[in-house]
């Protein structure tokens, strides 16, 4: 029996206080879905600025807000048929329509781009993971391999996943894998192959970093580009204690805003890009990487678009065009995405060990948000414990 109320962090308006309510109604079982005890949830480097208004951002009012999480189902719909009570999952806020696939929205992040999507969000699936359960659709709970993930680790045990005994993770570090999700539905989508090299930029954020770890574990050469020197180092130390997994090897390049510079510097390791991967944020427009990206991928490479640069960019068109290049733009990802990533992680070929998890509680949320805002960084999430 689900408790009558349950406590929540309530957004009552864009741009104003979010509060802890101790009473909040608890999610009513429908079918199609799922009632899932939240164990920690994560939060985004930019959080902050989704609820105050500063990233302009639609959301219903009032209601629940959050991000990827992982829980414990606790209650599941009549009409599922593999999903179970007790079951740990990981909880995708990537809302699809169940008619139309092509309709898409973030659950407490965005409403999604379309009327179609707004009315998912403003309607039956208005409140998110920043709460003490959650309800989801079937299809956006990932069961994870408890025993494997969360046991204790063995001598016998293997980074492949043989042996006995588990990886020895904790629940919070976890919350990687709903990270790792976007920059791997991204390289999927242009078709990152086994050996193949791969431009990420910028490389040093949350996002970025991810990509960084994904495109290794796929077994892919990797050149990441960056502001921060001190990050990239980070990452190229991080790497060298883990290359035994990833086996990939790890370059990195310091973005100067010389177009020319830039170029040479990721030539200069002799490894013909493949692929150009952008996570650019918003504050980016400015900058040079972009072109200097494109410029360097190979005849008939690839290139994919995931970042939120505002506005319009330049694109170097004639070398495009006689480079018979192919440029694509993702959003989001997949759900066989996310079964694939989860089987990575579950292998032992995708390790999320090894960065920090900083936990608060609900009521600590705006120390939460800040630090999360100030910290980001390559192996570094914030969470929410309710």
């Known amino acids: 029996m689900l408790p009558p109320t349950h406590k929540a962090l309530i957004l009552t308006s864009i741009g104003s206080p979010l509060h802890v309510a101790t009473t909040h109604p608890t999610p009513v079982l429908t079918p199609g879905s799922a009632i899932i005890k939240v164990l920690c949830a994560g939060l985004l480097s930019y959080s ?7 990233r302009k951002y639609t959301l219903p009012t009032p209601s629940i807000p959050g991000s990827g999480a992982i829980g414990r189902i606790v209650a599941v719909g009549n009409d599922a048929t593999s999903l179970q009570t007790g079951d740990l999952v990981l ?20 409403d999604g781009h379309s009327a179609a999507a707004k009315r998912m969000v403003h309607g039956e699936w208005r409140d998110s993971t920043y709460a003490e359960y959650v309800k989801l659709p079937l299809e956006n709970c990932f069961r994870l391999n408890e025993e494997k993930l969360l046991g204790s680790f063995s001598s016998a045990s293997t980074p492949s996943g043989g042996g006995v005994g588990g990886l020895g993770y904790s629940v919070e570090e976890l919350l990687h894998i709903t990270s790792f999700a976007v920059p791997y539905g991204g390289l999927r989508d ?4 086994i050996c ?4 990420i930029a910028p490389a040093t954020g949350m996002f970025g970093s991810a990509a960084v770890k994904v495109a ?6 990797v050149i990441a580009m960056g502001r921060n020197a001190s990050a990239l180092a980070q990452l190229k130390t ?3 204690l883990t290359s035994k997994e990833s086996g990939g090897r790890l370059e990195t390049v310091l973005i100067t805003n010389n177009v020319q510079t830039d170029t040479a510097a990721i030539a200069s390791f002799g490894l013909p890009v493949d692929v150009y991967f952008d996570i650019s944020p918003p504050s980016a427009s400015e900058s040079t990487h972009l072109r ?3 410029l360097s991928v190979r005849h008939g490479g690839r290139v994919s678009l995931m970042g939120g640069i505002k506005g319009d ?8 065009m006689h480079a018979n290049m192919t440029i694509k733009g993702k959003w989001m990802y997949e759900r066989e995405d996310v079964l694939k990533l989860v089987k990575l992680v579950e292998n032992g070929r995708l390790r999320v060990d090894g960065g920090s998890v900083k936990k608060y509680a609900l009521e600590q949320w705006e120390e939460a948000f800040e630090v999360a805002a100030n910290e980001a960084g390559p192996g570094r999430l914030v969470a929410l414990v309710p």
Do not use: F
Not at 216 to 221: D, R, T, W
């Open 48 to 54: 902050k600025d989704i609820y105050n208004g500063a």
């Open 91 to 110: 909880c995708d806020i990537y809302l699809r329509g169940r008619d139309d696939r092509n309709v898409g929205a973030l659950l407490g992040v965005h």
């Open 190 to 193: 242009v078709g990152l192959d």
């Open 196 to 199: 193949e090299t791969v431009l």
């Open 216 to 221: 290794l574990a796929m077994g892919a050469n």
């Open 238 to 240: 991080d790497h060298h």
């Open 292 to 294: 200097s990206g494109i």
């Open 313 to 320: 960019v330049a694109v170097p068109l004639g070398y495009v």
